[in-house]
Nanobody
Framework: VQLQASGGGLVQAGGSLRLSCASS????????FGWYRQAPGKQRELVAV???????TYADSVEGRFTIYRDIVKNTVYLQMDSLKPEDTAVYYC???????????WGQGTLVTVSS
């Protein structure tokens, strides 16, 4: 399993970014993909998850502003981030959880910086 995250960058508050997580060796059936983030000095936290049947879950702090979705043909999961706030600044990580053996994989992080 390989996960390649991209799309981070510097954006002003109120702006938008789209993160991509290109995967190989993965399947969308009965497994889940997620985005997590870690701000300086803080623990890694869940941002959004897309799981079986396309069901999505979001952290309260991003609900209504972020959207997680997938392109099954491209084996890619996206995180559309709108109305960004300085507190969204963090390194964002792509995550894949395989249900049958509970294996978990992480992509490298991509840095998102939101300026005020």
């Amino acid at each position: 399993v390989q996960l390649q995250a991209s799309g981070g960058g510097l954006v002003q508050a109120g702006g938008s970014l789209r993160l991509s997580c290109a995967s190989s060796g993965t399947t969308f059936t009965a497994n889940s993909f997620g985005w997590y983030r870690q701000a300086p000095g803080k623990q890694r936290e869940l941002v959004a998850v897309i799981s079986l049947g396309g069901r999505t879950t979001y952290a309260d702090s991003v609900e209504g502003r972020f959207t997680i979705y997938r392109d099954i043909v491209k084996n890619t999961v996206y995180l559309q981030m709108d109305s960004l706030k300085p507190e969204d600044t963090a390194v964002y990580y792509c995550n894949y959880k395989r249900s049958w053996d509970r294996a978990e994989y992480w992509g490298q992080g991509t840095l998102v910086t939101v300026s005020s």
